[in-house]
């Protein structure tokens, strides 16, 4: 048997609200949804900023070594 949860009247209507949009057969289901999709946004969340400090540390070294790659004679065969 799960725990009791003391919920505020008006969280309790915003819920038997979403459960009417959504078709829910109970209140928990439209929880559960909703901690699915939080969980969710927040794994995505910290993905992106992981994803955001290895671009900044790879950023510099990569600059470095386009730049040893693009020379002036590149250019002059395409003309």
């Not at 969280?11 to 979403?18: F, N, T, V």
């Not at 070294?61 to 002036?72: D, G, I, R, Y």
Request: contains cysteine.
């Amino acid at each position: 048997m799960g725990k009791p949860l003391m919920i505020q009247e008006n969280d309790d209507k915003m819920i038997e609200k979403l459960k009417r949009k959504m078709g829910a057969k109970t209140k928990i289901d439209v929880i559960r949804t909703a901690l699915r999709l939080l969980d969710k946004d927040l794994s995505r969340t910290e993905r992106i900023e992981r994803w955001c400090r290895a671009a900044k540390i790879v950023g510099k070294s990569s600059l470095e070594v386009l730049k040893e790659f693009q020379t002036e004679e590149r250019f002059n065969k395409l003309t």
